[in-house]
């Protein structure tokens, strides 16, 4: 172990290495991808044989990222914690922080039968639309026109009409460093419009692992502790109300993770 009087060039060095083990998780997530593209023909056609069952494929993804978070763990990069709290039963729109780069992957791993908003990225560069969308997984547009933006909300509303969670960032990005960006109203009018609740999720982070000021390969020197709060349930707010439910959700937040408000515009 460490000794707590550690020297500045010994925490380099650990962070130097850790930025190595970094690495090699990225080729790790890499060689998974390249897997899911070998096994993508024999998943469709079982998927075809067997009756299309998204949860299935769910649970597959799930594994993967469960293994990637303990391999994670040991090389001291980020630990990710058992939940807090009662994600409730039935379809709801899932908002949460998003303080890192890999927060998601916890949300996979603790929310069951929940569908989730993909960038476009990974499927134009990284080729996995067919894997994503066995496992109901849609993909943003990447098109600012407004009939495209509601054939994606569409989209999800048919999913939480089926029962599934819906999980978006309000904020629409990564959260700057021990911060929070303004909550867009777009996950309440998507509430709204399926007429289903909010679960908030409130992501504690510390430190934040792979915010979008850190570099990847020079990763925090403590390992970083992540964990999910799942707060009470919200009922979808009524019509023209949804700017302000974000607002009041987004006072939560920043109250329970003693930040200040966003001044950027």
């Known amino acids: 172990m460490i000794s707590p ?18 690495m090699m998780m990225f080729a790790v997530f890499g060689t998974g991808i390249l897997l899911g593209h070998l ?8 998927d075809k044989l067997a009756g299309h069952e998204p949860l299935r494929n769910q649970r597959v993804f799930r594994g993967f990222v469960i293994l990637w978070l303990r391999l994670m763990e040991k090389g001291g990069l980020l ?3 058992p939940h ?3 994600i409730m039963d039935g379809p709801c729109v899932v908002i949460a922080n998003h303080p890192g780069l890999f927060d998601v992957l916890v949300l996979i791993r603790d929310v069951p039968k929940m569908s989730l908003i993909a960038k476009q990225p990974l499927r134009t560069r990284l080729g996995m639309g067919y894997l994503f969308k066995l496992a109901d997984w849609i993909f ?10 509601m054939e994606t909300t569409n989209k999800a509303v048919d999913v939480l009409g089926r ?12 959260s700057p460093k021990a911060g929070l960006l303004r909550f867009r109203a777009g996950a309440f009018k998507l509430a709204r419009l399926a007429d289903v609740p909010i679960q908030p999720v409130l992501i504690r982070n510390t430190p934040p692992f792979l915010p979008h000021e850190d570099r990847w390969y020079y990763p925090p020197y403590e390992t970083s502790l992540l964990q999910l ?8 707010p009524k019509e023209k109300e949804e700017r302000r439910t974000a607002a009041m959700v987004e006072d939560t937040f920043r109250i329970a993770l003693g930040v200040d408000h966003d001044t950027t515009t």
């Open 84 to 86: 807090r709290g009662k």
């Open 39 to 46: 096994l993508t023909p024999f998943l469709l056609l079982y």
């Open 79 to 81: 630990k990710a914690l």
């Open 163 to 174: 029962g599934y969670k819906f999980m978006l960032f309000p904020e629409g990005t990564r």
């Open 5 to 22: 009087n550690k020297t500045p060039i010994l925490q380099v060095a650990v962070r130097i290495l850790k930025g190595q083990y970094m």
């Open 229 to 236: 709060e799942f707060l009470d349930p919200l009922p979808p």
């Open 140 to 149: 943003a547009t990447s098109n600012a026109d407004a009939s495209m933006a």
